[in-house]
């Protein structure tokens, strides 16, 4: 599902994308709704959401498994818990095999758990069973980082797992529909090439400011 046309080419920052999908999520109907942003440059989008729906905010933690060499390509996933997975094309393309990035593999997970800890600070998880549950990213590139989080949500028995980013690729959004229940795009633009692209400021969203929008969203 998209909206559009956006009203300008690029958004300002992932706060004012952030704004422009919760002024369309805010007219549609939701049970219970929780917003978990994606660390770290979700989770300013994800503010401005669970702001508009008055929703609890949260995070869900997902790793990028870098392909040697490149380790911006994102050739697979981690979270907490959970088997990592692997996008089988990418895999292919550089001729790799899942065991050749074993390391890599506990690397990112134990990072994802670190970040866990940091973010919740000691709080509890938002129980997510029989509610509506927003996963938000600041964008869609590849999509393997979504994919491993939806998968590790839906084991919470989520009544509807939504994904939602200001902007995705035209082809992991339509690959992502078969984890999510609903993926919610403000823009699937057919020359995408990368997240950073249609952000006038894509300055890299820090731990300190993650945990300044949770304190605010949960005071």
Not at 132 to 141: P, Q, Y
Not at 188 to 205: K, L
Request: charged content about 30%; overall charge neutral; some cysteine.
């Amino acid at each position: 599902m998209r909206w559009g046309p956006l009203a300008s080419a690029r958004f300002d920052d992932r706060r004012a994308g952030g704004r422009h999908l919760a002024a369309q999520l805010v007219r549609m109907e939701w049970t219970d709704p929780v917003v978990l942003g994606l660390p770290r440059g979700g989770v300013p989008v994800a503010f401005e959401i669970a702001r508009a729906l008055g929703a609890p905010l949260d995070v869900v933690v997902a790793r990028k498994i870098g392909a040697p060499f490149q380790p911006e390509f994102g050739v697979g996933a981690v979270t907490v818990d959970g088997p990592p997975i692997y996008d089988t094309a990418s895999l292919a393309m550089l001729r790799l095999r899942a065991e050749d990035l074993r390391d890599v593999c506990e690397r990112e997970r134990a990072e994802a758990r670190r970040r866990l800890e940091l973010y919740r600070a000691g709080r509890r998880g938002v129980p997510l069973a029989g509610r509506d549950v927003l996963v938000v990213d600041d964008g869609l590139a590849t999509g393997v980082t979504a994919r491993a989080a939806l998968r590790g949500l839906r084991e919470e028995r989520p009544l509807r797992l939504v994904f939602t980013a200001p902007v995705c690729a035209p082809d992991s959004a339509s690959a992502l529909r078969s984890e999510a229940d609903l993926v919610l795009c403000a823009a699937e633009p057919v020359d995408f090439r990368a997240v950073g692209r249609w952000y006038q400021d894509f300055g890299q969203t820090t731990d300190e400011e993650v945990l300044d929008l949770l304190d605010q969203a949960n005071a």
